[in-house]
């Protein structure tokens, strides 16, 4: 495997269930985010871990829940979603220069090619 | 904070004619990178070009080449010789070069590329 996978490519879920998605990836990089692409919308940031520290992005419902067990996997946990959270979820990861204060490397993130959620 | 505009929700371009895709960005920093991401109908979001605004000479990968004006804040891609697999969404992105990767890329609406045959 090379790059950024993501599993499953395609998911429907109810209102009332659980489900995670998953994100491998095989860069070496530090950082890893997720990103939820709706049609005709700017993707939007969701969260970022990035040199082993989580950014918390206020925004994002309380119904998605982030997990990152190490540099090279990373979670999105999802429960009793609403069928507006239909969406494309894309991961990315990139490698940092070393923390705040640090420029960054190349600054480009590489992408997954993304989990279609249907929420019913 | 920081914002993207792409103006032009859709584009068509004959194969081989060349195609200009405008990108404006809104930000306060003087130290940034810009982008430009293609994503084919397979989803997966691919690099295209990268800028770091500290350069005055614009970015060129072969058949793609960027007009970059910072005092403008204006980031266009130009396609060359267009070809059938470049019809894709292309996405402009921008992100500051000092964060620790906290801030990750800010997109635009993105451009539906159109390669007429």
């Known amino acids: 495997e090379t790059g950024v996978t993501q599993t499953p490519r395609h998911l429907v879920m109810g209102m009332t269930n659980k489900k995670s998605l998953k994100c491998e990836q095989h860069l070496g990089h530090n950082a890893m985010y997720w990103y939820k692409q709706s049609a005709k919308k700017p993707l939007e940031l969701m969260f970022v871990?990035?040199?082993?520290?989580?950014?918390e992005n206020n925004s994002v419902p309380s119904r998605f829940s982030p997990e990152c067990p190490n540099s090279s996997h990373l979670f999105l946990h999802l429960h009793t979603l609403q069928p507006e959270d239909s969406a494309l979820y894309l991961c990315?990861?990139?490698?940092?220069?070393?923390?705040?204060?640090?420029?960054?490397?190349?600054?480009?993130?590489?992408f997954g090619e993304g989990s279609r959620l249907t929420v019913l | 904070a920081q914002t993207v505009t792409q103006s032009q929700p859709e584009m068509s371009v004959q194969e081989a004619e060349t195609v200009t895709l405008s990108c404006t960005y809104d930000?306060?920093?003087?130290?940034?990178?810009l982008f430009w991401y293609k994503q084919p109908p397979s989803r997966q979001m691919i690099l295209v070009i990268r800028?770091?605004?500290?350069k005055q000479q614009n970015a060129t990968e072969n058949r793609f080449s960027v007009n970059f004006q910072k005092a403008a804040k204006s980031f266009s891609l130009k396609i060359s010789d267009s070809q059938l697999g470049d019809a894709a969404m292309y996405f402009c992105?921008?992100?500051?070069?000092w964060g620790g990767g906290a801030d990750g890329l800010t997109f635009g609406k993105g451009t539906h590329l159109i390669i007429q045959p």
């Open positions: 930000t306060s920093e003087s130290d940034y990178y």
């Open positions: 871990y990035s040199l082993e520290e989580r950014v």
């Open positions: 990315a990861s990139s490698q940092e220069g070393g923390g705040r204060g640090l420029p960054a490397n190349t600054g480009e993130l590489f």
């Open positions: 800028q770091e605004a500290y």
């Open positions: 992105a921008y992100r500051r070069t």
